[in-house]
């Protein structure tokens, strides 16, 4: 930023997708403005969406999401990637397939991974392509660890469970070649 209001470098604005030209603290134009609305004059205010409540939706985005339920992400394994143990994954109903919606790992984390509206509308579908569901098998997860309200289908594992006992509630297993693998 420079006296005449051009711009030679990324200005780093929260979203400007959003229309928030507000500034992330690293910006090179912090403190470049005046209160008469040239760039900068707004400041720095970005924040990065914590949890404890990841969401997942089909109209998501995993570069421009935050995973927040206004800003979802559109693959499991970001929100999974994102959560922490003790957090919440909620994935809004639709049809979840490709990378980042199979062998999904939840990485030992003490998770609930959850569908919003059961397993007669949200389904992980492998698409027959010879990939697992999900894989846990580090050992770590336990009942602490909770996947609920899924269709499973077309995987040639539904969850590779190798020294790991999660809780698996309310999910319905359609032709994979074996539901569970442990």
């Known amino acids: 930023c420079d006296s005449l209001y051009n711009l030679y470098r990324d200005p780093s ?3 400007d997708s959003l229309f928030d030209f507000t500034l992330w603290d690293y910006s090179v ?16 205010g970005c924040y990065a969406y914590a949890g404890p409540d990841w969401w997942v939706a089909k109209t998501g985005s995993d570069s421009l999401g935050d995973g ?8 499991i394994q970001k929100a ?14 639709g049809t979840y397939t490709g990378e980042g919606n199979y062998d999904i790992d939840l990485q030992g984390k003490k ?12 389904i992980i579908d492998g698409e027959n392509l010879g990939r697992d569901g999900f894989v846990m098998d580090r050992g770590y997860e336990d009942s602490s660890t909770v996947v609920r309200g899924f269709t499973i289908t077309n995987f040639t594992r539904g969850f590779d ?3 790991s006992f999660p809780l698996l509630r309310q999910l319905q297993f359609v032709d994979n070649e074996t539901a569970v693998d442990a």
């Open 13 to 15: 604005f929260c979203s």
């Open 29 to 44: 134009c912090l403190d470049a403005g005046s209160d008469s609305g040239i760039i900068g004059a707004l400041g720095d």
């Open 80 to 93: 999974v990637d994102a959560a922490d143990s003790g957090h919440t994954v909620t994935v809004l109903p």
């Open 161 to 163: 469970l190798y020294r």
């Open 111 to 122: 998770i609930v991974l959850a569908s919003l509206a059961g397993a007669d509308s949200t």
């Open 68 to 75: 927040s339920s206004d800003s979802p992400y559109f693959t």
